[in-house]
């Protein structure tokens, strides 16, 4: 079974804290991406890291692949209550487009 | 209209009823998928569509009938559904390709069975 494993499930931090979701899976895969979802609304691409070791910035948001592709990272810098929602990885396969989604890391950063 | 677009956005229907959702991608994708997401879940990936022909079902009841006429268009016709089938139904299209595979999803359909 194709599993990727989000850590932690739950995070409520104050904003300006800094924190850090973790996406593990013992397979490989070609891509990982990370999307962020809003409540009532479709998950939206944030970033896809593709090489091992790969690390991609966006602001405040730091995405790191594992060297062996079967892990990533997600660290927030400095918080803010906008951050606030589900954050979900996803692991692509050569064989196409399909994705498997880890369970999601549900993000609540208060005032 | 951009991106992927989902209607109805709510959804509201009885056991007995027949619905339709619908799906439009604007994107110049040729793949398109359902996904099922249900609280505290992960995304349950149920139709794949690649060129308009189904690559993949996800052992989906076939309370759930999906179409796809060309490759922007997607639908999920709906019969005799079970309350636990009240979920968020997400569309999401893709170029198929070797490794990347970026999905670009829609707002999705709030669907409540009674």
């Known amino acids: 079974t194709q599993l990727l494993e989000q850590s932690p499930q739950f995070l409520s931090i104050q904003e300006g804290e800094n924190l850090t979701v973790y996406c593990n899976s013992s397979?490989?895969?070609?891509?990982l991406q990370w999307y962020r979802q809003e409540p009532g609304e479709g998950p939206v691409l944030l970033v896809t890291?593709?090489?091992?070791?790969e690390v991609k910035k966006l602001k405040r948001l730091t995405f790191q692949f594992g060297d062996a592709r079967k892990d990533s990272s997600l660290h927030i810098t400095a918080a803010q209550p906008g951050d606030t929602g589900l954050y979900l990885c996803?692991?692509?396969?050569?064989?196409?487009?399909?994705?498997?989604f880890g369970q999601g890391t549900e993000l609540s950063v208060k005032p | 209209e951009t991106g992927v677009t989902q209607t109805p956005r709510h959804l509201v229907m009885g056991m007995t009823n027949k619905k339709s959702l619908k799906c439009e991608q604007h994107l110049g994708h040729n793949a398109m998928y359902w996904y099922k997401q249900s609280a505290k879940k992960p995304l349950e990936l149920m139709f794949v569509y690649n060129f308009k022909e189904q690559t993949e079902n996800n052992s989906v009841p076939s309370r759930f009938s999906p179409e796809c006429p060309n490759s922007s268009h997607l639908f999920l016709h709906l019969h005799t559904l079970q309350p636990e089938d009240s979920a968020l139904y997400l569309c999401?299209?893709?170029?198929?390709?070797?490794?990347?595979?970026?999905?670009?999803f829609g707002p999705g359909t709030r669907l409540t069975v009674l």
């Open positions: 890291v593709v090489t091992g070791g």
């Open positions: 999401a299209s893709s170029q198929w390709s070797g490794s990347w595979n970026e999905q670009f």
């Open positions: 397979s490989v895969f070609s891509s």
């Open positions: 996803a692991g692509g396969y050569n064989q196409g487009g399909k994705l498997i």
